[in-house]
């Protein structure tokens, strides 16, 4: 049963409004920079191993079973290491809708979840108060992640279903990586270092005409 939240909790259509933020990838298909399914390959992987992937994915390992004084810490971190304000903000905006969400369907097993704000240690914690494993849970939001951004692609790029599903296929060697960094992760290990995606996230906000909030 716990399995089955799980992956209601990963999938996009779950209410938290994940859906409505591109990670900076409409910003850099407006400018041309990420126009082919290899392109866009190359932007999920570098998004696992050095952008959200270096970030979210421990934030979320270390959040599970995490007791609150260590929850707020990776919560602070979190907001040190998103440098720009929209990232940031989405962060806690889905954080806080996937806290309302869990206390709508589960209400005795989100009562007792701890304070946290961001999308990756409410999706740790909330993990491991539903009884989920927890390789299980950092699984689950790793593909949630994964496979949002290649829905979102079919938005804003010339590309089919299937071949923004095979981009992600691509990367299942870059998500296990990802996955395993995570799982070994302290607090000292999140990071990330991605200057060209933090500059399109950044410039999103000015675009002319936008279909996503980031």
Do not use: I
Request: aromatic share 6%; net charge negative.
């Amino acid at each position: 049963m716990s399995l089955l939240r799980l992956l209601q909790l990963s999938d996009s259509a779950f209410p938290t409004g994940a859906y409505a933020f591109s990670d900076g990838l409409e910003t850099l298909t407006q400018r041309g920079e990420v126009r082919t399914a290899d392109d866009l390959t190359a932007f999920l992987r570098g998004q696992l191993t050095h952008g959200w992937g270096a970030q979210d994915a421990p934030a979320c390992a270390l959040a599970w079973g995490a007791d609150p004084a260590t929850l707020a810490e990776v919560d602070d971190l979190l907001d040190d290491l998103k440098l720009v304000a929209g990232p940031r903000a989405a962060s806690t905006r889905v954080g806080a809708n996937l806290r309302r969400a869990a206390t709508h369907l589960w209400p005795e097993r989100a009562a007792a979840l701890p304070a946290t704000r961001h999308h990756a240690t409410t999706f740790g914690a909330l993990g491991y108060a539903l009884g989920a494993a927890r390789t299980e849970t950092v699984t689950a939001f790793v593909s949630g992640w994964l496979l949002g951004r290649a829905t979102s692609a079919t938005r804003l790029m010339k590309l089919g279903g299937l071949d923004a599903q095979r981009c992600a296929a691509q990367c299942e060697a870059a998500a296990q990586r990802c996955l395993q960094a995570a799982l070994h992760a302290s607090p000292d290990d999140l990071g990330g270092f991605s200057p060209l995606l933090d500059l399109a996230a950044h410039e999103q906000a000015a675009l002319d005409q936008r279909l996503f909030q980031t």
